[in-house]
């Protein structure tokens, strides 16, 4: 879902407003409704909010002069044309005196400059409008896209370390336990020394490090799976890693798998009888579709 822009511009703004409605949300309607509802008030009141200016052209403005925002409109269109109240003129011209006023015969020159200005306002109105229309479109798709119908639906995932190390034997399978949770948002899922996809795709990754144990000799390879329990079969492998870094072979398995998958992650050691594996971490986080 497209975010609402930091500082923007008008070309921002605009931007922001056609990618959010091509995108489409699936808010039910009443949440189109309130979310609205405080930037049509804002549009609004910025709409019917008038200066000292207007109440003095309001007072001043005489008789005979067309409209100031529709400029000339005639016949049976002129009726048909909505015109939005100007509040500080309608102020203006209900000050004591302001009847008085209107009804001096002005010259030709100061009712020519009326009308210019009469122009000038309409422009500055349009302009105007087109602001407000900008200023309301953007608030309202921003409220409506933070609300909770229309954000987007993180994906499930979880990451859970194992500290420090256990003791694992030469030619046989371990299970590994990870118990210290980072994070976990289900589904996928993990509990302790298994985890499950339950309705969704998932990628999962494991990586566990294994290391001499009293002095019994550098191991000679490590191998890393994740494991189907149901099945019983190899999901992903890390392969048999014979390469020792600073006395630490590291393993890394990592695959794709399906909903409904229970699985483990087990370790295979060879070398001497014993040796140490752990400071590892399983991350397992949803494909989306």
């Not at 091509?22 to 609004?44: Q, R, V």
Request: hydrophobic share 40%; aromatic share 14%.
């Amino acid at each position: 879902m497209p975010r609402p822009p930091i500082d923007p511009d008008s070309f921002d703004k605009v931007n922001f407003v056609i990618d959010s409605w091509t995108t489409g949300c699936d808010a039910p309607w009443y949440i189109y409704i309130e979310t609205m509802k405080p930037a049509l008030l804002a549009a609004f009141i910025t709409l019917i909010t008038f200066g000292w200016d207007d109440v003095l052209r309001g007072y001043l403005r005489p008789r005979g002069l067309h409209p100031r925002r529709t400029g000339k409109r005639k016949g049976k269109w002129s009726r048909r044309v909505p015109r939005f109240p100007e509040i500080g003129e309608m102020i203006g011209s209900t000050i004591p005196g302001a009847e008085e006023v209107k009804g001096k015969r002005w010259s030709t020159p100061l009712k020519t400059l009326w009308r210019i200005d009469s122009a000038m306002q309409a422009i500055f109105f349009f302009w105007l409008v087109v602001d407000v229309a900008e200023e309301f479109a953007f608030a309202w798709t921003s409220l409506l896209y933070e609300s909770y119908w229309c954000r987007p639906d993180p994906p499930g995932k979880f990451s859970v370390q194992t500290i420090g190390y256990g003791v694992t034997w030469r030619n046989g399978w371990k299970l590994a336990g990870f118990g210290t949770v980072d994070y976990q948002h289900p589904p996928p899922i993990w509990f302790f020394n298994h985890g499950e996809t339950a309705t969704v795709s998932a990628t999962v990754t494991a990586a566990l490090r294994c290391k001499e144990y009293a002095g019994g000799g550098d191991p000679t390879s490590f191998r890393v799976v994740i494991w189907d329990v149901t099945a019983g079969e190899v999901l992903a492998d890390s392969g048999t890693n014979m390469d020792l870094i600073d006395g630490e072979i590291v393993g890394v398995a990592s695959g794709v798998l399906k909903p409904g998958t229970i699985f483990q992650v087990r370790t295979w050691m060879t070398g001497p009888q014993w040796a140490l594996y752990g400071a590892g971490v399983v991350i397992g986080v949803e494909v989306k579709e």
